[in-house]
């Protein structure tokens, strides 16, 4: 049966992230390394802004985050399950919701206090059972930790443990779109406070982005929606 296939045109302009920081014309002559420190910082929280609003944006005047995103797959807690937990069950339902085929370039996103209910977990097996998480073996192994073999990477920008958000399963490479114009910009200038022997130092990035999906997919066999970027239900 003949068909049309169905495009969806996805706008992105660029958002503007600024910083801006003053320093005295005596500081920036007395410490010579005080410009580069001041750039390295700059940069350093112009990524975190950058990260935060992947994971968290709302799309409006800033990149539309993986959270608030429609194409969002929120896998149910297991009943009777406490709060601020995570046990193995949330995991094998996050994994199943995945697309096969992005599970190769997948990563899990944690709150950095989720880590003790991961090393917690463990797989029931008769009257015994086997922890199911590999913690990192520092420099002679993996740099990560990982589950299901894939990288597990604590990130400030995840939620506290318990919230909706506090742990994702993503392939930002097959499901997430982004563009910008160059690295981060600085310009340094003593005109703006020029009477008070300030040098006005900013910094700006011009970014956006936003998930490829407009929803989660229904494959052709089976009920449970497929998509690049999974969460776990609320416990608290």
Same mark, same amino acid.
């Given at each position: 049966?003949?068909?049309?296939?169905?495009?969806?045109?996805?706008?992105?302009?660029?958002?503007?992230?600024?910083?801006?920081?003053?320093?005295?014309?005596?500081?920036?002559?007395?410490?010579?390394?005080?410009?580069?420190?001041?750039?390295?910082?700059?940069?350093?929280?112009?990524?975190?802004?950058?990260?935060?609003?992947?994971?968290?944006?709302?799309?409006?005047?800033?990149?539309?985050?993986?959270?608030?995103?429609?194409? *969002?797959?929120?896998?149910?807690?297991?009943?009777?399950?406490?709060?601020?937990?995570?046990?193995?069950?949330?995991?094998?339902?996050?994994?199943?919701?995945?697309?096969?085929?992005?599970?190769?370039?997948?990563?899990?996103?944690?709150?950095?206090?989720?880590?003790?209910?991961?090393?917690?977990?463990?797989?029931?097996?008769?009257?015994?059972?086997?922890?199911?998480?590999?913690?990192?073996?520092?420099?002679?192994?993996?740099?990560?930790?990982?589950?299901?073999?894939?990288?597990?990477?604590?990130?400030?920008?995840?939620?506290?443990?318990?919230?909706?958000?506090?742990?994702?399963?993503?392939?930002?490479?097959?499901?997430?779109?982004?563009?910008?114009?160059?690295?981060?910009?600085?310009?340094?200038?003593?005109?703006?406070?020029?009477?008070?022997?300030?040098?006005?130092?900013?910094?700006?990035?011009?970014?956006?982005?936003?998930?490829? *999906?407009?929803?989660?997919?229904?494959?052709?066999?089976?009920?449970?929606?497929?998509?690049?970027?999974?969460?776990?239900?609320?416990?608290?």
């Amino acid at each position: 049966t003949a068909s049309k296939p169905k495009f969806r045109t996805i706008n992105l302009s660029l958002n503007k992230l600024v910083g801006m920081a003053y320093a005295t014309d005596e500081l920036i002559e007395d410490v010579s390394a005080l410009e580069i420190y001041i750039e390295r910082a700059f940069k350093d929280e112009l990524e975190y802004k950058i990260q935060d609003s992947i994971i968290n944006g709302s799309g409006i005047a800033m990149p539309l985050g993986i959270k608030n995103s429609t194409a *969002l797959v929120t896998v149910d807690k297991e009943g009777g399950q406490g709060s601020d937990t995570i046990i193995y069950e949330n995991i094998l339902a996050m994994w199943s919701r995945l697309f096969s085929n992005s599970r190769k370039n997948a990563v899990w996103l944690i709150n950095q206090n989720c880590e003790p209910q991961l090393h917690q977990m463990s797989l029931a097996i008769g009257t015994g059972g086997n922890a199911v998480y590999l913690p990192s073996q520092g420099i002679a192994g993996a740099p990560h930790s990982t589950l299901f073999g894939r990288p597990v990477i604590p990130i400030e920008q995840c939620q506290t443990l318990g919230d909706l958000g506090d742990i994702y399963l993503a392939s930002f490479e097959d499901g997430y779109v982004s563009i910008d114009r160059g690295g981060p910009k600085m310009d340094s200038s003593i005109h703006v406070r020029f009477i008070y022997g300030e040098n006005c130092l900013r910094f700006q990035y011009r970014f956006s982005g936003c998930p490829v *999906l407009s929803s989660a997919i229904t494959p052709a066999n089976g009920t449970d929606t497929l998509s690049h970027f999974i969460n776990l239900q609320a416990r608290n």
